[in-house]
Nanobody, 115 residues
Framework: QVQLVESGGGLVQAGGSLTLSCAAS????????MGWYRQAPGKQRELVAT???????YVSDSVKGRFTIARESDKNTLLLRMNSLKPEDTAVYYC?????????WGQGTQVTVSS
């Protein structure tokens, strides 16, 4: 079993920055992929960024150049550094992990960007 706990959300003005963190615990294999998704009110959950266990990254076009995904040296802490935030980035951000045998979600952390 895997547990994912997000932190770092909050309220920020447009143009500001936040860093989200996701702590993963439990049985985690090296062959995994972690990522961030977000869901705005009334919209479907969308992929923001992913990173594999060997550091291969994907970032969606909507946040490219503004958001950076990274894993800390222990590889089980996932970060999302968000710069130049826009009101349209307002959403609940979810941490996700997939590996042989299962996929897991965190509870989500709210990010609100005021104009």
């Amino acid at each position: 079993q895997v547990q994912l706990v997000e932190s770092g959300g909050g309220l920020v003005q447009a143009g500001g920055s936040l860093t989200l963190s996701c702590a993963a615990s439990g049985t985690i294999f090296d062959a995994n992929m972690m990522g961030w998704y977000r869901q705005a009110p009334g919209k479907q959950r969308e992929l923001v960024a992913t990173i594999t266990g060997v550091g291969i990254r994907y970032v969606s076009d909507s946040v490219k150049g503004r958001f950076t995904i990274a894993r800390e040296s222990d590889k089980n802490t996932l970060l999302l550094r968000m710069n130049s935030l826009k009101p349209e980035d307002t959403a609940v951000y979810y941490c996700h992990l997939s590996q042989p045998g299962g996929t897991y979600w965190g509870q989500g952390t709210q990010v609100t960007v005021s104009s």
